[in-house]
């Protein structure tokens, strides 16, 4: 029994991690789409239709149930809905912000999935981990807020739109994966939000695929998409598994190791640079993220 209790978040801790390096190449590979003629929406359809067909292929080669159980019914609409403003406004963002600031602007969201944590379990969380979230916006404010008016208003809503998503991914993921397997919800789930996702890029999109219709795409367009589809996929599926092995509040602090690599990806591959205040207001988001990370182990010991 101990080795059992003990294996689970171990599994959720180790699938987090893969996630994380899996989610990194996502933004700077979205932003390389979009510099090279794909608007950020209409990646987000590739990658849409993408994860639809490929989890849902791989469901059925389990023989996983799709079935949707009354009580999955709730998790499941808050699953369509967090998963629709990650990957519209996250990856939206882009098309505004350098990925460094719009990854320091979302990864916001373990301070926010650690806050909410306690409360969605039931009993007041401890006034600590107020003052740790507190000290994770001040980074927030530190990295955006001197240079705010530089900054476009927009591309920073809609990152911290996608941040809010992705905290309500974790809870309604736990919840959904105590019904169905990652494989089979995270293909409905896709499935579901893929007319809408196609409606938007329609909209803003002028009612035509850049992609595949325009000879001013640069070259490294499709391979850039492809790259996408492939991160977005390899981190999906290990995220909503590592919140089926171990709590959110447990296995969201080891996504930190995302904003980390993004940034630097960034830098090595898009030659992107940071502001002092940026590097310092995302180092006391990391540091305020490691806090509220170790907190919960402690009062748990």
């Known amino acids: 029994m101990p080795q059992s209790v003990h ?3 171990l599994a959720g801790i ?5 996630a994380s390096i899996s989610y990194a190449g996502v933004p700077n590979f979205a932003r390389l789409a979009f510099l090279n003629g794909v608007p950020a929406l209409e990646t987000v359809l590739y990658r849409t239709t993408a994860l639809a067909v ?11 149930s799709f079935a949707l159980p009354r009580a999955a019914l ?14 519209a406004c996250y990856l939206a963002s882009l098309q505004y912000l350098p990925v460094t600031l719009s990854v ?12 909410a944590a306690p409360l969605i379990e039931g009993h007041m969380p401890h006034w600590i981990r107020f003052a740790v979230a507190g000290f994770g916006f001040l980074g927030l404010y530190v990295a955006i807020g001197p240079a705010f008016e530089h900054i476009n208003a927009l591309g920073v809503a809609l ?19 105590q019904h169905l397997q990652p494989a089979a919800f ?15 890029t329609l909209y803003f999109g002028g009612r035509e695929f850049q992609l595949f219709g325009s000879s001013v795409v640069g070259p490294y367009a499709m391979g ?42 960034a830098v090595l591959l898009l030659k992107e640079t940071m502001t002092q205040a940026q590097w310092t207001g995302g180092a006391i988001i990391l540091l305020s993220l490691f806090i509220a990370g170790v907190l919960p182990t402690r009062k748990h010991a």
Not at 14 to 18: D, Q, T
Not at 195 to 200: C, K, M
Not at 238 to 261: D, G, Q, R, T, Y
Request: glycine letters at 6%.
């Open 159 to 177: 990152a911290a739109l996608g941040s809010l998503g992705c905290a309500l991914q974790f809870f309604s993921g736990r919840l959904l994966a």
């Open 224 to 265: 850039a998409v492809l790259l996408v589809c492939l991160c977005y996929l390899g981190g999906y599926f290990c995220h909503m598994s590592s919140v089926k092995a171990a709590p959110a509040s447990i296995v969201a602090p080891f996504f930190n190791l995302e904003p980390v690599l993004s940034t630097t990806v």
């Open 14 to 18: 180790v699938l987090a991690l893969l």
């Open 104 to 115: 320091i602007i979302f990864y916001t969201f373990p301070v926010i999935v650690l806050l």
């Open 7 to 9: 294996a689970r978040p």
């Open 186 to 200: 995270g293909g409905l789930v896709h499935l579901t939000i893929w007319p809408i996702i196609l409606a938007l």
């Open 74 to 87: 709730v998790p499941f609409l808050f699953q369509c809905l967090a998963t629709l403003l990650v990957s």
């Open 54 to 64: 490929i989890l849902c292929v791989i469901a059925a080669l389990r023989r996983e």
